[in-house]
């Protein structure tokens, strides 16, 4: 017997070429194999007589070659192959194309299971390219319902299906995590057989019943290890803070703070008197003023002498945040610092030294602050902003660290309930549902080409009126094939075509950290009329003088990232537009657009937008600090979520000491899970 921990090398057929190609679905080994779940069947164990085949619809069918397959070669790299065949209803014509190897091993006189698709019109039916077999072969490609895997370049669905029974046949599939009694109580299929019928199953009620447990299982794993982190926290104790005068801090702000934000500025204050260490949430759409909340947080860590490490996910933002903080908070005696991987070696070294001998008292830094070689005098809180890109693993991997800090995570992306029970199940929350005052939504438009130069004389017209102009294009490389606006290519574009007479500057993730910084920091500071960015700017970036927002090819966006970059204008005093440009027709997307042009609320646009997309792209890709779910769809399977939510909360109590099979494999998987689920950071 094969492990699961084996490389996928090890199976036939699998060279370092195909091995290469696993890599890229992030398949190494045979566990990972067997965890790459089929996004999709099809049921092609119905039969169908040719005279029943409908055009359009895929189906199998057993039929006798009426003739000798004959390929004519047409040209080079064309070979086109015919045969006919026929059964009791009727004969049809098949074409193969660049298939003549196979398809004349198709024996004049036998009979054969096909599967295809029927094409035809008024001149006649026929069916190109169908898959088939002999009728006392393994059923590979007919009579069964057969897996369709998610694919990479130059990795078929065949190989896969060829790989997965391979490892299904030399290891055991991974280990059952749920125990005894739970599987009998909401009847529930075990371990093994899920994980061989989801890959290999016989009808598509096995697939139900299947999946089914395998999302049971994804999300009872999750809840579980929720739970644990939660009740490893409440153990803890901390000293409570003593003093929460946040007069002197009121006294310096420009403005009055709105409801909202003094709500959630009280129940932080409360945690902290608590004794035990704060894990909240504050959760407020682009604008509610999230900062100040992270500031007067900040002000009672100092107050009651500890650090206070705020964490953002770009350092475009941290430098932001620096900047704004240290002119707020400096007339209160309170030293804010700043480090960034960008810094010269010199310069982190001072830093380091004030963090750790306390000079520094506010620390504001990418989330490397936690991982990298830092050492604080005394951490006491610790503030994430935009938290999708915080995950649990972060957090979890903080309450690891031994110090037990304050944690306070802020995040812009409104996130539906049902999946902030996920993200935050082990958080408390407060919520800033109220913008400062003044604030005027911002009018949002959508538009195709033939509105190009009308666009093209917006532009100028803000440009002329002193305003600046953000161009989001979806991909840094010209990208051929989807004929997008890359981020480059427009920017000369615009530089030597449109705009001549404009500052423009450019902004991507591949530029170095830097790079980035200064760029932001010219266009913040008026240097540029027109930053042509990617999706690098979404998160945070305040610059008030902008007052359009264009975004190239917007149906390639997600709605809630269509929102977050719309929160990048109408900041300041002046009246801000979002144009979403895009030529595509599909009815179901341009009613997407449409909606983001009549709200302004974004929770109502998350809903929708997890409805639409499901959370993997609700987010963007990869950054959501989520965990990974592989088979479940956070909008469709809520059902499941919460009895296997319940179900863990059952099972939890005893979890952390059971020494049973099942226990310890559940702790172990948790363990992975929260690994995997580590937020990138670009
Ligand atoms: P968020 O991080 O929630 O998107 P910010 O904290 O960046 O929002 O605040 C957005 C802008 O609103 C900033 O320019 C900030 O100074 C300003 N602001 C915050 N709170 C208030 C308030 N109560 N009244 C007026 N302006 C405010
Ligand atoms: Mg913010």
Known sequence: MARLSDPITILKGVGPTKAKQFAALNIFTLEDLLCHFPRAYEDRTHFVAIGDLQVGEPACFRAVVMNTPRTNHIRKGLDITRVQVADHSGRLNLVFFNQKFTTEQLQYGSEYVFYGTLSGDYMGYSMTSPSFEKPDSQPITTRRVLPVYPLTAGLSNASVLKAVRQALAICNPP??????????????????????????????EDVQQARKRLIFEEFFVFSAGLALLRASRKGKTVAPYQKTDLSPFYKVLPFTLTGAQNRAIAEIAADLQKGTP?????????????????????????????????????????????????????PLGISVALLTGSMTVKQKKEIRENIQNG??????????????????????????????????????????????????????????????????????????DELPPGREPVDTFLVNESYRPRLNGFIRKQVAEGH??????????????????????????????????????????????????????????????????????????????????????????GLSQLHQLRGRVGRGKSKSYCILVSSNKNAETVARMKAL?????????????????????FFGSRQSGLPVFRVAGL????????????????????????????????????????????????
């Open 597 to 617: 042009c009549k709200t302004t609320d974004g929770f109502k646009i998350a809903e929708e937008d997890l409805a639409l997309r499901g959370p993997g792209d």
């Open 468 to 557: 600046q102009c953000f161009v989001i294009c979806p991909a840094v490389e010209e990208n051929e094939e989807l004929n997008l606006k890359a981020a480059e290519v427009w920017s000369q574009t615009l530089e030597k075509t449109v705009f001549p007479d404009l500052r423009i500057a450019l902004l991507h993730g591949q530029m170095k950290g830097s790079q980035k910084e200064q760029v932001m920091t010219d266009f913040a500071a008026g240097n540029a009329d027109i930053l042509v960015a990617t999706t690098v700017i979404e998160v945070g970036v305040d610059v008030p003088n902008a007052t359009l927002m264009v975004i190239e090819d917007a149906d390639r966006f």
């Open 175 to 204: 280990e059952e995590v749920l125990p005894p009694r739970i599987l009998e109580k909401y009847n529930i299929l075990p371990a093994e057989q899920a994980y061989r019928i989801i890959h290999e199953p016989r009808s598509m």
């Open 278 to 330: 704060m894990n909240r949430l504050v959760q407020g759409d682009v604008g509610s003023g999230k900062t100040m909340v992270a500031a007067a947080a900040a002000v009672l860590a100092v107050q009651n002498g500890q650090q206070a490490a705020l964490m953002a996910p770009t350092e475009i933002l941290a430098e932001q945040h620096f900047a704004s903080l240290q002119k707020l908070l400096a």
């Open 359 to 432: 000079a520094a008292q506010l620390i504001v830094g990418t989330h490397a602050l936690l991982t990298d070689a830092t050492a604080f005098s005394n951490l006491g809180l610790v503030i994430a902003d935009e938290q999708h890109r915080f995950g649990v693993a972060q957090r979890a991997a903080l309450t690891s660290k031994g110090t037990d800090p304050h944690v306070l995570v802020m995040s812009a992306t409104p996130i539906p309930r049902t999946l902030a029970l996920l993200m935050y199940g082990d958080l408390d929350v407060s919520i800033l």
């Open 635 to 682: 909008s469709t399977d809520m059902g499941i979520l919460k009895i296997a939510q319940a179900a863990s909360v059952e099972w939890i109590e005893t979890l952390g000491t059971s020494q049973t099979p099942e226990a310890q494999a559940l702790r172990k998987r948790i363990g992975q899970l929260f690994a995997r689920s580590e937020g990138t950071i670009n």
